[in-house]
């Protein structure tokens, strides 16, 4: 990730909020209360689902994240392990998460955590797991199957090394069998795993059935990849991708998380990516996922789900539009 604005290493510090508000001189928009709706509905074949990070600015518990992501109709949401952490030393539990997330008809797409599994140190790889393991329970607990494998611990790709990346996502992938809940190897396009080729090498060298990928739309552009060839990746076994858009500036070198814009507001290809995405077999969530503060200053919690629903959809049904 950036090492500039909001980066989402930086987002699992809770003081990162407080340094922004002190930084910009602005303060973030709360939620106001709203009466619970009902779920919209829609006929596209993949879910309109919501990562937590774009509500990270208003501080909402996670049992609150849940009921709002719900109203606001969407199908599926993404949380943060810290948030569910927060809940639970709150004097919450995961299975009262979990079943406030049935009540509402919500799927819990994935679990954002972060551990540096694929360490070279065998000591630090060692406790990561063990980190791993306790997060993947509590996910378990929720009825949750998935939680993002992002890359850290290493500072760089080495070709040399891909068979030693592949043994330990097989690790990792076996706690999987143990506790139920996979971890998805995720691409990060400011980060040492940022090439789509190296990420399915990975993945597919593991040998494991369960192997699987995260990609984000605005990871795999940044991250100097190609749309041309997504379709060569088979999209069926992908549970759930990433939605938001990018700006024509700055430069693709030159962004970061917090230029991540809506859906339709910036420069990506849907209209050829998702067809291709569909017909290589995705039929998983599309979960959007932002770090603006322009929006987190300027809009209420519930306006930016709203915004990023509707959004959401009007893309994906345009692109759907163009499948034969």
């Given at each position: 990730m950036?090492?500039?604005?909001?980066?989402?290493?930086?987002?699992i510090?809770?003081?990162?909020?407080?340094?922004?508000?002190?930084?910009?001189?602005?303060?973030?928009?709360?939620?106001?209360?709203?009466?619970?709706?009902?779920?919209?509905?829609?006929?596209?074949?993949?879910?309109?689902?919501?990562?937590t990070?774009?509500?990270?600015?208003?501080?909402?518990?996670?049992?609150?994240?849940?009921?709002?992501?719900?109203?606001?109709?969407?199908d599926?949401?993404?949380?943060?392990?810290?948030?569910?952490?927060?809940?639970?030393?709150?004097?919450?539990t995961?299975?009262?998460?979990?079943?406030?997330?049935?009540?509402?008809?919500?799927?819990?797409?994935n679990?954002?955590?972060?551990?540096q599994?694929?360490?070279?140190d065998?000591?630090?790889r060692?406790?990561?797991?063990?980190?791993?393991?306790?997060?993947?329970?509590?996910?378990?607990?929720?009825?949750?199957?998935?939680?993002?494998?992002?890359?850290?611990?290493?500072?760089?790709?080495?070709?040399?090394?891909?068979?030693?990346?592949?043994?330990?996502?097989?690790?990792?992938l076996?706690l999987?069998?143990?506790?139920?809940?996979?971890?998805?190897?995720?691409?990060?396009?400011?980060?040492?795993?940022h090439?789509v080729s190296?990420?399915?090498?990975?993945?597919?060298?593991?040998?494991?059935?369960?192997?699987?990928?995260?990609?984000?739309?605005?990871?795999v552009?940044?991250?100097?990849?190609?749309?041309?060839?997504?379709?060569l990746?088979?999209?069926?076994?992908?549970?759930?991708?990433?939605?938001?858009?990018?700006?024509?500036?700055?430069?693709?070198e030159?962004l970061?998380?917090?230029?991540?814009?809506?859906?339709?507001?910036?420069?990506?290809?849907?209209?050829?990516?998702?067809?291709?995405?569909?017909?290589?077999?995705?039929?998983?969530?599309?979960?959007?996922?932002?770090?603006?503060?322009?929006?987190?200053?300027?809009?209420?919690?519930?306006?930016?789900?709203?915004?990023?629903?509707?959004?959401?959809?009007?893309?994906?049904?345009?692109?759907?539009?163009?499948?034969e």
């Amino acid at each position: 990730m950036s090492d500039q604005n909001i980066s989402r290493r930086k987002m699992i510090r809770n003081s990162s909020l407080a340094f922004l508000g002190a930084a910009t001189g602005f303060g973030f928009l709360k939620s106001k209360s709203s009466e619970r709706g009902s779920k919209k509905s829609h006929d596209l074949p993949f879910r309109i689902s919501m990562n937590t990070s774009t509500l990270q600015a208003y501080e909402l518990p996670a049992d609150e994240q849940i009921r709002m992501v719900a109203d606001a109709g969407f199908d599926g949401i993404e949380m943060w392990v810290r948030d569910i952490r927060s809940y639970i030393d709150a004097g919450g539990t995961a299975k009262e998460l979990g079943d406030l997330l049935s009540s509402n008809n919500l799927l819990l797409e994935n679990m954002i955590g972060f551990s540096q599994w694929i360490s070279d140190d065998a000591d630090i790889r060692k406790e990561a797991i063990e980190i791993l393991k306790s997060d993947m329970e509590m996910i378990a607990a929720m009825g949750g199957k998935y939680i993002a494998a992002p890359v850290q611990g290493i500072d760089s790709i080495d070709p040399t090394k891909f068979h030693d990346y592949a043994k330990r996502y097989r690790a990792i992938l076996e706690l999987g069998d143990e506790t139920g809940v996979i971890p998805i190897l995720e691409v990060w396009g400011t980060g040492t795993l940022h090439k789509v080729s190296d990420c399915t090498h990975i993945a597919i060298e593991s040998g494991h059935p369960d192997a699987t990928v995260l990609f984000d739309f605005y990871h795999v552009y940044r991250g100097g990849n190609s749309w041309e060839t997504i379709n060569l990746v088979n999209a069926a076994k992908l549970p759930v991708m990433h939605m938001n858009d990018y700006p024509a500036n700055p430069p693709r070198e030159k962004l970061t998380d917090a230029d991540r814009v809506f859906p339709g507001e910036g420069i990506c290809p849907y209209r050829e990516v998702i067809p291709k995405l569909y017909h290589a077999g995705f039929r998983g969530g599309f979960s959007v996922e932002l770090f603006n503060r322009g929006y987190w200053e300027s809009m209420d919690a519930e306006t930016i789900l709203k915004e990023s629903y509707d959004r959401t959809h009007s893309v994906l049904t345009k692109a759907m539009a163009a499948v034969e």
